[in-house]
């Protein structure tokens, strides 16, 4: 492997992602020895779980370097002109770790990763600074958590180039943070963040792309206002009062919310949207002319849709309704004329397995409007837990006649089916619908499903 051409071994060794393997293919040869710390640009290091342990067992700790000082050496001897990508972090097992399972003595700063002090130490070093584009720091969340850090405005006062940054388990301080104008891609994981409107994250950081905001806490009202945005992730662990997205050019959307009192979106160019929302109370959203792409999922999902502005732009609909959904009245379920009437267009559906329940229930009591027509419907998905394969079918070959263009149809069947029921079902769908192309699968609770095959359930 020696003798091939250097661009080659550079390219293989380039695919190490982890900075301690490259560390040891530094001492086969000398000519990985060279290309490691001469031509490699990035510096990965993870503390592992094992590690971790290792490091705190009376019969291993005095054998384990400190994981900081480890890193630290993978810096300074590195003879690379620039680096321009550092990750350090701990594995996400080490997420388990409760504050019962540290002793009292333990407490230190081992892991404490966004440690300013720590942090300078390496990236004010011109060859990691100068042209650093790309930052991840996942810290040690019960080293991290009671301990406020200032790196977002060491970051800023330094990173002049970085395009991208990453912080994850860790309370964050935005006292000092200066703009961050080439700054395209802002993650914060697991954080406890001291800018509860999200102010300082609007002025300082003007031109991002790509924004994810997972379990972010400490927010009051907080207002996402970003003229270049294109996708964001905004999970909300809290209940703020409300949820506001300004965002002219946002292309994709992935909100995961509890109740705020009100929320609030001005995204006129959306084209894919994921809405997950426990009840919604106020719900404003201007006409989103080129949507295409919608899941909603709420335990009220009736009330969702009758506050969702009607669309004729839908292609693609997922809808779900978690297993405890709020009846807000017991003679009005989700139905599918409901859905069709806000949703004309759409060309797919998939509905999961609450919300075909509800439809279902719904069908049995009321049947189908006789004047709908879903003649855009080209493809439906379903969620399947038969309690009367008679109804279920009943509903199925009711959809087929009423959409004359429905070429295919994905039946996902919950594991704990009789085999026998599921392959009865696919023999009649297919026997009474040949031109139908069926597709068959399996779900249970936490998935959404494994397709097999376009054949027959096996019955056993």
């Excluded at 943070?177 to 914060?188: A, K």
């Excluded at 972010?216 to 294109?230: D, Q, S, T």
Aim: net charge negative; glycine share 2%.
């Amino acid at each position: 492997m020696e003798h091939l051409p250097e661009p080659i071994l550079l390219e293989i060794l380039t695919r190490l992602t982890d900075s301690t393997e490259l560390a040891r293919c530094r001492l086969v040869s000398k000519t990985f020895n060279k290309l490691i710390f001469s031509d490699i640009r990035s510096i990965n290091l993870t503390c592992t779980l094992s590690r971790y342990l290792k490091s705190r067992s009376p019969n291993t700790k005095d054998q384990i370097t400190p994981f900081k000082r480890i890193f630290n050496r993978l810096v300074n001897r590195s003879d690379s002109l620039v680096v321009d990508s550092v990750t350090i972090g701990v594995e996400k097992s080490l997420c388990g770790i409760t504050y019962d399972d540290v002793e009292e003595d333990e407490w230190s700063d081992d892991l404490y990763l966004s440690e300013v002090e720590f942090v300078k130490e390496w990236l004010l070093l011109p060859r990691v600074c100068r042209e650093l584009k790309f930052l991840s720091i996942s810290d040690f969340w019960i080293q991290a958590c009671w301990r406020r850090s200032q790196i977002l405005a060491l970051v800023s006062s330094c990173c002049h180039g970085l395009l991208e940054l990453e912080v994850k388990n860790s309370w964050l301080s935005v006292d000092g943070l200066i703009p961050m104008p080439v700054l395209t891609s802002l993650t914060l994981e697991s954080i406890r963040l001291d800018d509860e409107n999200l102010s300082k994250v609007n002025h300082c950081f003007p031109c991002l792309k790509v924004l994810n905001l997972v379990g972010v806490g400490g927010l009051r009202e907080p207002k996402i206002h970003l003229y270049h945005l294109r996708t964001c992730r905004w999970t909300v662990s809290n209940a703020p009062n409300s949820l506001s997205i300004f965002a002219p050019n946002l292309l994709k959307l992935e909100l995961n919310c509890i109740e705020p009192r009100s929320l609030i979106l001005e995204t006129p160019l959306l084209s894919d949207f994921y809405l997950s929302i426990r009840k919604a109370n106020k719900f404003k959203v201007k006409q989103l002319h080129d949507l295409k792409i919608l899941q909603l999922e709420s335990t009220d999902i009736l009330s969702l849709i009758r506050l969702f502005p009607s669309n004729s732009s839908v292609e693609r609909l997922t809808v779900d309704s978690p297993k405890y959904a709020i009846q807000t009245d017991e003679m009005i379920r989700l139905n599918l004329e409901m859905l069709f009437d806000v949703f004309m267009n759409v060309s797919s559906l998939t509905l999961l397995s609450a919300a075909w329940s509800d439809m279902e229930k719904c069908f049995l009591t009321n049947g189908l409007r006789h004047d709908m027509e879903m003649k855009e419907l080209k493809e439906v998905i379903v969620q399947l837990v038969i309690q009367d394969i008679d109804v279920t079918l009943s509903f199925i070959f009711t959809i087929l006649d009423k959409c004359t263009n429905l070429s295919d149809v994905g039946l996902l069947i919950h594991c704990e089916v009789d085999p026998n029921v599921a392959s009865s079902l696919l023999s009649r769908c297919k026997a009474d619908h040949p031109r139908i192309r069926w597709r068959w699968g399996m779900w249970k609770e936490g998935s959404k499903g494994t397709w097999i095959s376009d054949g027959i359930y096996p019955a056993t």
